[in-house]
Each structure stands twice: as C-alpha cells, then as structure tokens.
C-alpha cells in the first residue's frame, strides 16, 4: 500500500461502547485530506484513494467505522474534512445542526446485504428464514444502535418473521467489517454483512433482496464537513468519486450508481 495512504479502522470492543473521537494529530501537519468513511467503503476506498493519490497528489487519510459513531466524532470537533455515511440520514441530521456544507450533500450509491459464511463451513444458508434453525448457534449483525447495515440487517430478520427466534443469538459487531471478522475468525456461524465486503472475501454469500429492508435502504451520502480547512480538496474528493474512474471501482464492489438508484 502506498505510504501516504493511511488506513485507520476502528473496532472497539465493547457492542455498544462509542468509539472516542480521534484527535488532532490525526491530520499530520494539516499535509492530509482526512475522510470519515463507513466501514462497508474499505475496499472499495482503498483503491480510489490510491488512485486519487497518483492522479491528483493529494495525500489521503481514511477513518473508517461505523456511521452512527463518526457522525457523533463529527458533533464533537473530530478533524474529519469529509464524511460518507451508509445512511443519508445522519448526513441530513449533522446538515440541521449546521456541522455540513449543504451544497455538498450528495448520494453517492446504494449498499445492499448478504448472508455470509465462511468457505470451509458446511452451512449455506440461502434464505433470512434459514436462520431460524437452531443450527446456526451465532449469527452476527453490525449494531443496529449506530450502524446503518446492522438497522437493515433486523429489519430483514423482523420481516423475514425470525427475528425472536434469532435474537438470542445475535452478536453485534461495532460495524459492519467487525461483523464479517467476527463470522471470518469463527466466532458466529453466520453473519448479515455489506455485500461490497463479501465481494472481496474468501466466503460464501447470498444476496438478500432489498424488499426485506425498504425503511433501511442503505441510500449512502457524502458531506463536505463545515469546519474543513480543506474544502477544495474534499470537494475534488467527491468529484473523483463521482467520476468514471471512481464508479468503476464502486460498481465492481457492488455498490448501485446513484443513475440505477430507483427509490430515494
């Protein structure tokens, strides 16, 4: 990975524990364009930010974790110059507190759910309803607390119409990486992770339909935050995103093009 490229993840161990907010000293002299990123953007943002490094010279550092607690790092002064959340709404809240430039507001794609197991594990569950069988003893969703693919996760379980049956079983991941570790390493038998995770994977995978979690969407949004010193930069950002370059890697991990997004 390029040097200047630097990944910071944040995992926490506590399930429903907020991650504190990263200091200063995050932006390294100011020499950075610091982005807060949901988690499920990893791979897919790691290509373009290396990308966007060679062609621009702009040095990149990327935040990733769970939307609803880098929205509250952003509320209390975190030094991010950008946010893509998974769900627009925490975009729209930070806007109503004056934290975002509104102009910048902008979905940038559409994520959609799996069902994950690991490669060597005999189980292959092909429908949200299989998971009602006690056989699959540890199922792990991202925290539905704060993170927008862990909210889609149980509204799929509740429609499916095993959500009771499962929820003794449920282990939440702090985001939606930590869910797919968590089912990786072993630990859960199955877990509901973002299906551009499960793309570059080593697993087995299934896509569940979006009908299962139409009040969770998964419509992804980017701000510009309000008190960048780097707003040039981060609108440049937003632009490669948008452009062929940037949209070709995201079409490649599954996200849908704001141009395919049927309901907004």
């Known amino acids: ?24 000293s995050l932006r390294a002299a100011g020499d950075e364009l610091v982005v807060a990123a949901a988690a499920d953007l990893t791979p897919a943002f790691q290509e373009i930010g290396k990308l966007f490094e060679e062609q621009t010279g702009v040095r990149v550092m990327f935040n990733f974790g769970s939307t609803g ?3 509250q790092q952003i509320e209390r002064g975190a030094p991010f110059d950008l946010f893509y959340a998974a769900n627009k709404s925490f975009i729209d809240d930070l806007n109503n507190k004056g934290l975002v430039i509104a102009d910048t507001m ?7 759910i799996t069902l994950w197991t690991r490669s060597d594990s005999s189980l292959k569950p092909e429908r949200v309803e299989d998971l009602a069988d006690p056989v699959y003893q540890r199922i792990a969703i991202a925290n539905p607390e704060h993170a927008p693919y862990g909210q889609a996760a149980k509204e799929a379980l509740e429609r499916a119409g095993v959500w009771d049956a499962v929820k003794p079983r449920l282990v939440f991941g ?21 299906l551009s995770l499960s793309i570059q994977s080593n697993g087995n995978w299934t896509l569940i339909p979006d009908a299962l979690h139409p009040d969770h969407p998964l419509l992804q949004m980017a701000a510009v935050v309000a ?24 079409k490649r991990y599954g996200f849908i093009l704001p141009g395919e997004i049927v309901s907004r």
């Open 1 to 24: 990975m390029n040097r200047s490229l630097i990944l910071i993840i944040l995992f926490t161990t506590g399930a429903c524990g907020a991650t504190p907010a990263p200091s200063a």
């Open 69 to 71: 607690q880098l929205a």
């Open 174 to 194: 702090e985001n939606v990486a930590q869910t797919l570790t968590l089912a990786d390493s072993g630990n859960v038998d199955v877990a509901i992770v973002a």
């Open 227 to 250: 008190d960048t010193q780097r707003e040039q930069e981060a609108r440049r950002f937003m632009a490669f995103v948008n452009s062929p370059d940037g949209h070709a890697i995201m």
């Open 106 to 112: 902008d979905i940038y794609a559409q994520g959609r």
